[in-house]
């Protein structure tokens, strides 16, 4: 099942990612709020040394995510990126023939490194509430799925799967769970602490959204030794810069930051939820950084998103996704002040529409 709704040609630059960022954005999942403060301090007192190449082994890095997160450095993947860990995750444990399961409406990296690998795709529908379904999931493990892809929170949702569920469903598998963790801090609790007991599981974190990096580029993998050694195979020399890995290491240091951001972000989705609902559209129930509306009853020439850019509002399209269409469009909550301008954007369509 390698068939996707990217097009014929399979590639990165299909991701919409690469979207037109209009003056009122909604569309990527930035923290809002910027970075930590004690980011900047570092870099503007710290004695980063940009003639030697960086320490291929990452080693003060490493010990800072071991610390925050009681685990072991043995066990620590840096790359540039969530995303730079995704490319190589199944060139690295797969092979031509191998299978991987992915929820149908997620993340949809996870279905382009795995087609440009030429391995094989399995899609697990949704529950009808548009929650991963784990009991689909495991009655299409074979013998030859190795890969099992979750991303949690889920990417458009912003639903969540809860620690215990997930991590009874993991340890009843055989196949490598690959659990995205790209949006954690706004929403969920993490597994990570769970990579030295699960052998089967490998947790992706990310600097770019809840610490505020995303113009660094900085990613880490948690899993056993022998995963990491693998990874470590096949990754390039010099992963990251000596200025992402001094600013990664102060974002873990500052704990309040991340508390604020979640509170942040917890007003901003029920500010947009509640006044979204009000005007009659369907928002899926997210507990995290996106939102996923229905757009249908205001869609009846497929012309509403397109109406929305043309006013200068820039959001996910539906069609972006696998098992989805423009009767759907993903949000990314902002400052109160784009959000309010937002809202007034959705009043306008809605009165020329009536």
Known sequence: MKNTNLGKT??????????E?????????????????????ALLVGGV??????????????KAIADKFNVNIPNIFISNGS???????????????????????????????????????????????????????KRKITNKTRLV??????????????????????????????????????????????????????????????????????GF????????????????????????EEAAISALSDDQFIRKTKKFMDQERRFLTVNLQKRGFKVVGSKANNLL????????NNDFIDRLNKLGVSVVRGSSFRGLNDNFMRVSPRLRKTNKLFIGKIDQLIAEKS
């Open 49 to 62: 040394n940009f003639n030697d190449y960086p320490d291929p082994k990452l080693l003060k890095l490493k």
């Open 149 to 218: 892809f979750i991303c949690n929170p889920n990417n458009p949702t912003g639903k969540i799967i809860p620690k215990r569920k997930l991590i009874s469903f993991i340890k009843s598998i055989k196949p490598l769970a690959v659990v995205d963790e790209a949006n954690i801090e706004f929403g969920g609790e993490s597994v990570i602490g769970e990579t030295s007991k699960i052998k089967n599981l490998i947790v992706l974190r990310t600097f770019s959204k809840g610490f505020g990096l995303a113009g660094l580029r900085i």
């Open 221 to 244: 993998a948690v899993a056993g030794p022998k995963i990491i050694k693998r990874l470590e195979e096949v990754n390039q020399p010099f992963p990251i810069n000596v200025l992402a």
């Open 293 to 300: 509306i229905n757009v249908s009853r205001f869609n009846r």
């Open 10 to 19: 399979i590639s990165f630059k299909n991701l919409y990612a690469f979207g």
């Open 21 to 41: 960022k209009l003056p009122v954005d909604l569309s990527l999942t930035e923290n809002p709020l910027g970075f930590s403060p004690k980011v900047k301090k």
């Open 83 to 137: 995303e730079g860990i995704l490319k190589i995750l199944p060139s690295a444990l797969m092979e031509k023939n191998d299978e991987a399961i992915i929820p149908e409406i997620t993340f949809l990296m996870f279905e382009v490194v795995v087609s440009l690998n030429d391995s094989e795709i399995i899609i697990s529908k949704m529950t009808d509430d548009f929650d991963i379904d784990l009991d689909d999931i």
